[in-house]
């Protein structure tokens, strides 16, 4: 059977929609009119310091089963119509892309000479793509390109940047995946404060956690959004069951639009990429890198935390901002010479924004000392190369040393990783990696 992939992005802004609620949108009305959908649709978290990036950096991508080439251009059409109708296009930064990859179609040989890629070929293409989406910035020119090497059909809305994410949707690999379950608000609610027993999320968090993840922080409700988006809650977990199971016990105190299930690269650590030396390092990439502490850290106005890690390489500043609160507590413990490595992405100042850090040897501390004499008295030295003689009764030590204590460290190894607040959406908890 002929597939259809779409893929879509770019369409929501800071003032409210989401790529997500429009793809939940979609995905009923072509329902309705008796297409069927294959598997469930995809959330795929993008590189985080794109700089166009929308809300979290997300695009998204499903299947359709095709059974007649009319049956294509319906669905395409619906498609477009409703992503034309939703987006936020009055946002400067809301620039639309919308991408269709049909399989089993015979395609016409490019009178230029250029390659015919079978279906294969095109997924392992747009697999790489999608790789170096999530690890690299890209532009709208380098996906252009290979969209047209591929012969795959773009549309562009505005400036049309949704194709990279679109592209990357419909081709990123999940080796390891998460779910997320997203219930919709009536449109009648939206911009209106959220109405959710609180009660009922801690109950849903002790029945289905570890299962489900990231449902509270501090003791709050982490499933709530805080922007103007459709979105009621989001609830994220290990397989579709799970979500599922959690979402029947959260209390709503208002209706809901409905709900829908993606499979996700949210929590899977994807976008890192294992490096051995601090210079190989480049802006924007997200690295797992081990290292040495070199400089104490250092608290700043406004309460950011960073130190300096280094290699046989170079150095690189580590940050722990504000946002990742009690986690910097740990951080500002650390002390030259510790042995650790950074989980994280570097920033537009260059700066290594920790995720997650495990430490693997902790610098020992000593203290030296004069020693106790017999009478309980500590010693004082007898001067240079000569000993230590006790101011109280006199006795002497002529070949004596200073004694070395180990003075215990306030942290201890292992590893640690910010609060679910400050947690990136791709950034894989500690308590996924025990699974
Ligand atoms: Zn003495």
Redesign the pocket.
């Known amino acids: 059977m002929n597939k259809l992939y779409v893929g879509i992005d770019d369409t929501d802004s800071p003032e409210g929609m989401c790529t997500t609620y429009i793809t939940f949108v979609i995905i009923n009305k072509l329902k309705d009119c008796g297409f069927e959908i294959e598997g469930h649709p995809r959330l795929i978290r993008l590189n985080p310091f794109a700089r166009f990036k929308t809300r979290g950096n997300g695009s998204v991508s499903f299947k359709l089963i095709i059974k007649s080439s009319d049956d294509v251009e319906k669905a395409k059409k619906i498609i477009l119509n409703k992503v034309k109708q939703l987006s936020k296009m009055e946002n400067e930064n809301t620039n639309p892309g919308v991408v269709f990859f049909e399989t089993g179609k015979i395609r016409l040989t490019n009178p230029d000479g250029g390659k015919i890629y079978s279906d294969k070929e095109i997924n392992s293409l747009l697999e790489k793509f999608a790789l170096r989406a999530i690890m690299e910035i890209l532009t709208i020119d380098e996906a252009k390109k290979l969209a047209n090497d591929l012969n795959l059909e773009i549309h562009q809305f505005k400036k049309g940047r949704g194709i990279i994410g679109a592209m990357a949707a419909i081709g990123c690999y999940l080796e390891d995946k998460t779910f997320e379950l997203l219930a919709y608000r009536l449109p009648e609610n939206y911009c209106t404060s959220r109405k959710i027993n609180p009660e009922s999320v801690l109950e849903m968090n002790k029945k289905t956690y570890p299962r489900t993840f990231d449902n509270l922080d501090e003791g709050y409700m982490a499933i709530v959004p805080h922007t103007p988006c459709p979105i009621l809650y989001g609830i994220r977990g290990e397989s579709p069951q799970d979500v599922l199971n959690a979402h029947k016990l959260v209390e709503s105190l208002e209706s809901l639009e409905g709900y829908l299930i993606f499979e996700t690269n949210q929590h899977t650590d994807m976008h890192l990429k294992r490096i051995d030396k601090i210079n190989k390092m480049e802006k924007y990439g997200c690295y797992i890198l081990r290292g040495t502490v070199k400089d104490k850290p250092n608290v700043i106005e406004g309460g950011h935390v960073f130190f300096k890690l280094e290699d046989s390489s170079g150095e690189i500043e580590c940050a722990a901002y504000e946002p990742t609160k009690g986690f910097r507590n740990l951080i500002k413990l650390l002390l030259p010479g510790d042995n650790v490595e950074i989980y994280g992405g570097i920033g537009s100042m260059g700066t290594l924004n920790i995720e997650k850090i495990r430490i693997y040897e902790l610098k020992s501390l000593f203290i030296e000392e004069n020693p106790l004499?017999?009478?309980?008295?500590r010693?004082k030295s007898a001067g240079h190369d000569k000993g230590f003689k006790?101011p109280?009764?006199?006795?002497k030590i002529r070949n004596g040393q200073k004694i070395r204590t180990k003075i215990p460290r306030d942290i201890k190894k292992g590893f640690y990783e910010v609060p679910t607040s400050a947690r990136r959406h791709l950034s894989k908890q500690l308590v996924r990696m025990d699974f």
């Open positions: 004499c017999e009478c309980g008295k010693m006790c109280k009764c006199g006795n």
